[in-house]
């Protein structure tokens, strides 16, 4: 059996659909982290991936189109620990959670109706304020 990533119940993706590369990592780590690997960067083909289905692949391109590529692919990083294994975990937990949340139904808008006072308090401000600028007009003086 092959190894999937469990997105949703209804959506597995297998293993074999996600690429894997590694390099150096910046930051804290002390000197493993100039001679180990431990930056991992995960590869998705959202546009070539046959686990999904034309409504799911819209979805996600409409919904994680600021991350994909032009070729349709997503990437994720992680490099915040200081073992290939550990931010292996990591991106696929990132990876998971990006497309749960993608693939999640927006909650339906309820129109509501605006209360009768906000309505009145409106207005009645609107009054005061022309008021206020009325008051503020020079008249011409009416002398003969």
Avoid: C, W, Y
């Amino acid at each position: 059996m092959k190894p999937m990533v469990q997105v949703t119940p209804d959506l597995d993706i297998p293993e074999e659909e996600l690429v894997f590369t590694t390099s150096r990592s910046g930051g804290p780590g002390g000197q493993n982290v100039n001679k180990v690997n431990t930056r991992v960067s995960l590869l998705f083909d959202v546009e070539r991936s046959p686990s999904l289905s034309t409504e799911v692949r819209d979805r996600l391109r409409d919904r994680l189109s600021a991350r994909l590529s032009r070729q349709g692919t997503l990437r994720l990083t992680s490099q915040r620990f200081r073992s290939q294994h550990a931010n292996k975990e990591a991106v696929v937990r990132r990876f998971v959670t990006l497309l749960q949340q993608a693939l999640q139904e927006p909650a339906e808008r309820i129109p509501t109706e605006t209360p009768p006072e906000v309505i009145e308090r409106r207005l009645e401000k609107k009054r005061r304020r022309s008021e206020t600028k009325r008051e503020r007009r020079v008249v011409p003086d009416m002398e003969d």
